[in-house]
């Protein structure tokens, strides 16, 4: 694992900075692109982007700790909460909540950065819908549909969009849209995970079509859920959600999967590897990582590991069993969630935000029907935007809610704020 040792960014040289930009990653499309700017001695300029969907979960420090990355090597980092995805991806958020998700997420991340000692006045925080309803974007858009295919354009969004059996046309708009924001907000380059490939194909080979300049591409590995397989934010068994409480992420994590002697697919291991290492090393003054253990006397005392290698070996030796990694993980974790926690607490407006971004589920009694002829109808109490994220009832049939009655109706459910 790349050294991330803490520095100023007018201490380093052009390759230094080159090499903390792309440390860690899993692939980068055009790396010349990104020596040539830095050769320039001026400030890369990269987006990460996301959709406000479901609850952000602990795989959300993966991004946060490259983000920190590129703060210390000097890039101009835009965070793009993709409102407007999110309500085109299978409307995973519908109108009607994604203007709360949108903020919840802002809070959220910022709260994150917070407690891994990441500066957020670097970051600019841009809203999907502030620029993306203009005329300029919405023409580039038709632009760029006249020279794409449709089987171009499933195929690019086939690990990232929502997969249904009778596919929406919204999902062909995703990967175009997220394309054109290269252009739109300004940047040398994108990052994201590397699920995102071959939307950053569809970038590259077609935003020169319309006259505009290829990026680069960074691309993070993806991290194995706790259930083994990706980690997902609709899927509650594969994550910890970042506001976890201490006995929510101690039952998660011991029902996690963590088979003896299994390095591959295992998301434990994937989680020191790839988030708390990682972590250890940016707190760390010169960049070196740690992860201890804290293992009963009676079983060797407490251990210190100063690298993924060391620990995966000894995992595979049975020299560290699954009970005592899952301590360690649990311990270092609550750590990192205290202050997230602290600040969702502290902040009246972040408790609003998350109530009316994700509405408490309300339980209902079952009720024994009675025979036909009483006039007794049973109450479902979920909302309307519920009921169309849970894919109760479709679009269609809820259109205010999920799509909006009017052009007009739509913008304004975008521009209103979460009060």
Not at 98 to 121: D, F
Not at 248 to 269: D, F, T
Request: with cysteine.
């Amino acid at each position: 694992m790349a050294s991330t040792k803490t520095t100023t960014t007018t201490d380093l040289t052009p390759e230094e900075r080159y090499d903390l930009i792309t440390s860690n990653l899993q692939e980068v499309l055009k790396p010349n692109i990104i020596k040539s700017v830095l050769a320039e001695n001026r400030p890369l300029k990269v987006y990460w982007g996301t959709a406000p969907t479901g609850r952000p979960h602990c795989g959300y420090f993966v991004p946060m700790v490259k983000l920190a990355h590129f703060l210390r090597a000097g890039c101009e980092v835009t965070v793009l909460l993709a409102d407007i995805h999110a309500f085109l991806d299978n409307l995973k958020a519908p109108l009607e909540l994604v203007t709360h998700r949108a903020k919840y997420y802002e809070l959220v991340i910022k709260s994150v950065l917070r407690a891994i000692g990441v500066p957020i006045e670097k970051l600019r925080f841009v809203l999907g819908s502030s620029y993306q309803q203009g005329a300029a974007y919405v023409m580039d858009l038709f632009r760029l549909s006249s020279i794409v295919t449709e089987h171009d354009a499933k195929k690019a969004g086939a690990e990232v969009v929502k997969q249904v059996a009778s596919p929406l046309l919204s999902g062909l708009i995703y990967p175009l849209m997220q394309a054109l924001d290269e252009e739109h907000l300004g940047v040398d380059a994108q990052f994201g995970g590397v699920d995102q490939r071959k939307i950053f194909t569809l970038a590259a080979e077609n935003l020169p079509g319309i006259g505009f300049k290829e990026r680069a591409h960074l691309m993070n590995p993806m991290v194995p859920g706790l259930a083994g397989g990706k980690m997902s934010a609709s899927d509650p068994n594969s994550k910890i959600d970042l506001l976890d409480g201490e006995e929510v992420v101690r039952s998660k994590l011991r029902k996690s999967h963590c088979a003896p002697g299994e390095v591959e697919g295992n998301g434990v291991i994937s989680f020191v590897e790839y988030v708390l290492f990682p972590i250890a090393e940016l707190a760390d003054e010169k960049g070196e990582g740690k992860f201890v253990v804290p293992r009963d006397e009676k079983w060797g005392g407490p251990v210190t590991y100063s690298s993924a290698a060391e620990l995966k070996k000894d995992y595979k030796e049975d020299k560290l069993s699954p009970m005592d990694l899952k301590r360690g993980v649990e311990e270092a974790l609550n750590k990192l969630l205290d202050p997230i926690r602290k600040d969702y607490e502290q902040d009246e407006e972040f408790k609003k935000v998350a109530e009316l971004a994700y509405p408490a589920e309300v339980k209902v009694k079952k009720k024994k029907e009675k025979k036909i002829g009483t006039g007794y109808v049973p109450k479902d109490k979920k909302t309307t935007a519920e009921k169309v994220t849970d894919g109760v009832i479709k679009p269609q049939e809820a259109v205010e809610v999920a799509v909006g009655t009017s052009a007009k109706d739509a913008q304004d459910k975008l521009a209103r704020t979460a009060e």
